[in-house]
C-alpha cells in the first residue's frame, strides 16, 4: 500500500469515528426538537433552532473534512468502504445512548459490513494518476458516466415527488435511496475538489478552473439534499437500522460511480496483464 493510501485511510478511519457518533447526537437532537415542534419526518425544520442537533452536525463536517481529505489520497473505492467502522460505532451507541436494542441480525449486519469492507480495502485497485482538475472534468463528461448521472438526477426526483409522499413514513428505502443516489454523484464531485486542493497545493493551481467551482457547486447541492433526506430518516426510523441500510447503498452506489467515472477495475487488470 502506498503512502498517500495509508494517509488516506488513517484519514478515512478517523472519519468513521466522528461520523458515527454524530448519528447519535443529531438523533437525540431532533428528538428534542421534535418534543417542542413539527417533526423531521413530517418536514419540519424545528431541529435547526436545537443545540444537540447542531452539536452532532459539526461532529458529521468535521468527520466529513476528513473524508474529504481522505478523498484526495486515495481512490474511492478504497475510502468509501471505510465507512463500515461508523456502523459499528452509531450501532453500538445507540444500543447504550438510545436504548435501540440491536438484534442477532444487526450484530451479525455489522459484522458482514466489516469483512466486506476489510476485503475491498486489501484488494483496492490501481488508480490512474490525474494531472489537472480538467482531467477530473472530462472523465465526468463522458457518455457513460452522463447516463449514469441522467439515471441518478431521474430516480431522485421521482423518489422524491412520487414515493416520498405516499411511503415515505413506512418505507426506509424512500429517503435513505435519495441519500445513497445523490451521495454517489457528491464523492465524485468531493474526489475531484480534493484533487484539485492537493494539486493546488503543491504549486499547480486548479482554482483558476471554472471546473473547480463547478463540481464544489454540485458538492453543496448534494450535501443539503442529503443532509435534509437522512435528517428525515433518522427522525423516522431506528438508528441502528437507517445507518447500516444507508452504509451499504451509499457504498455500492459510489463504487458503481467511480467504477464508470475513474475504471479503476480496467487499469488495475491492465497492470495485472502487463507484469504477467
Not at 476528513?66 to 489520497?73: E, K, S, T, V
Not at 459499528?88 to 459484522?111: M, N, T, V
Not at 473547480?212 to 454540485?218: K, Q
Request: proline share 3%.
Amino acid at each position: 500500500m502506498s503512502s498517500d493510501n495509508i494517509k488516506g485511510l488513517i484519514l478515512a478511519l478517523s472519519s468513521s469515528i466522528f461520523i458515527g457518533s454524530s448519528f447519535i447526537v443529531k438523533k437525540k437532537g431532533l428528538k428534542k426538537a421534535g418534543a417542542s415542534g413539527v417533526r423531521a419526518g413530517f418536514g419540519g425544520y424545528s431541529y435547526l433552532y436545537e443545540p444537540l442537533w447542531w452539536v452532532g452536525m459539526i461532529t458529521m463536517v468535521v468527520g466529513e473534512i476528513a473524508n474529504f481529505a481522505a478523498y484526495a489520497f486515495a481512490p474511492a473505492i478504497l475510502v468509501t468502504p471505510l465507512g463500515a467502522l461508523s456502523i459499528i460505532i452509531s450501532a453500538a451507541l445507540a444500543h447504550i445512548i438510545l436504548r435501540e436494542r440491536l438484534h442477532i441480525f444487526g450484530i451479525l449486519g455489522c459484522i458482514l459490513c466489516v469483512v466486506g469492507s476489510t476485503t475491498i480495502v486489501l484488494h483496492a485497485p490501481a488508480e490512474r494518476e490525474i494531472e489537472s482538475v480538467i482531467e477530473v472534468w472530462n472523465l465526468a463528461t463522458e457518455p457513460a458516466f452522463l447516463l449514469y448521472a441522467a439515471l441518478v438526477i431521474t430516480a431522485v426526483f421521482i423518489l422524491i415527488f412520487h414515493y416520498i409522499p405516499q411511503y415515505g413514513q413506512t418505507h426506509i428505502m424512500v429517503y435513505i435511496g435519495v441519500c445513497s443516489l445523490v451521495g454517489s454523484l457528491s464523492v465524485m464531485s468531493v474526489k475531484a475538489i480534493g484533487i484539485a486542493l492537493k494539486l493546488t497545493l503543491s504549486g499547480m493551481n486548479q482554482l483558476i478552473y471554472p471546473q473547480t467551482w463547478a463540481f464544489t457547486l454540485i458538492v453543496i447541492v448534494c450535501v443539503l439534499t442529503q443532509m435534509n433526506y437522512l435528517n428525515m430518516a433518522l427522525d423516522t426510523f431506528n438508528t441502528a437500522v437507517v445507518s447500516p441500510i444507508y452504509y451499504v447503498m451509499f457504498t455500492s452506489l459510489t463504487i458503481l460511480a467511480s467504477v464508470i467515472m475513474f475504471k479503476p477495475f480496467i487499469i488495475h487488470l491492465i497492470v495485472e496483464l502487463k507484469y504477467t
